[in-house]
């Protein structure tokens, strides 16, 4: 069965480093998400992508993220100078339609 | 902007024990809405959903869940747990083609 696959499954940082986080969704999926959970809270919508640019993002959000899709199979999530709160479990995901989505396994992000 | 309570934080339980899990969404119209569950060191999967048409879905591993569109609910329940049910249990609305979070139950099954 096709799955959602994330690169790398840990990664651990020092505050003001750029990380990236990578997702190879299911290939013949249209519709591309990034959530986050934070220890201990709900897990929480980041941003939508679909044809190619975002459709929505969250108040979360802001000017040290970004996404691209750059070789029409990775999904990657970068942050570009990580503060402490952004420690955290991130999840992408997938949907052809819009409907059920699927999630990959996590990238556990921890900043020191 | 809609909002998902699970009214369980977490939940201990005997094998064989009945289980139901509340959840309630914050406001009406059509909604289609998600179960998903995560087991120790694995990812989310999905468990049951909820478009339309009957109100009673089934999902995976003898699990069930109720729309009750006039109390904004969506229970999860399952009549005899299993050990290998213990795991982290999410309700999930799709608002805009995101998903909204609950908080999340966590199901402790005792042997």
């Known amino acids: 069965e096709p799955e959602v696959t994330q690169t790398p499954s840990h990664q651990v940082t020092q505050m003001g480093q750029e990380v990236i986080l990578r997702c190879v969704p299911i290939?013949?999926?249209?519709?591309f998400y990034w959530y986050r959970q934070i220890l201990g809270q709900k897990v929480e919508f980041l941003v939508s992508?679909?044809?190619?640019?975002?459709?929505?993002k969250s108040e979360i959000f802001d000017d040290q993220f970004s996404v691209e899709r750059p070789d029409g199979s990775n999904f990657t999530l970068k942050i570009r100078s990580t503060k402490l709160e952004d420690s955290a479990m991130y999840f992408c995901?997938?949907?052809?339609?819009?409907?059920?989505?699927?999630f990959g396994p996590g990238t556990r992000l921890t900043v020191t | 902007a809609q909002s998902v309570s699970q009214h369980n934080h977490h939940v201990i339980l005997s094998e064989a024990a009945s289980l139901e899990l509340g959840c309630n969404y914050s406001y009406g119209g059509t909604v289609n809405l998600f179960w998903y569950v995560q087991y120790p060191g694995q990812h989310l999967q999905l468990l049951l959903k909820y478009f339309s048409g009957d109100p009673l879905v089934k999902g995976i591993k003898g699990f069930e869940a109720e729309f009750i569109k006039s109390k904004f609910s969506f229970n999860l329940r399952k009549p005899s747990v299993q050990w290998s049910d213990t795991a982290e249990y999410f309700c999930a609305v799709n608002e805009e083609g995101k998903l909204i979070f609950g908080q999340g139950t966590e199901l402790s099954v005792k042997p």
């Open positions: 995901a997938s949907t052809y339609s819009g409907g059920e989505q699927y």
């Open positions: 992508f679909y044809n190619n640019e975002i459709s929505e």
């Open positions: 290939s013949n999926h249209l519709y």
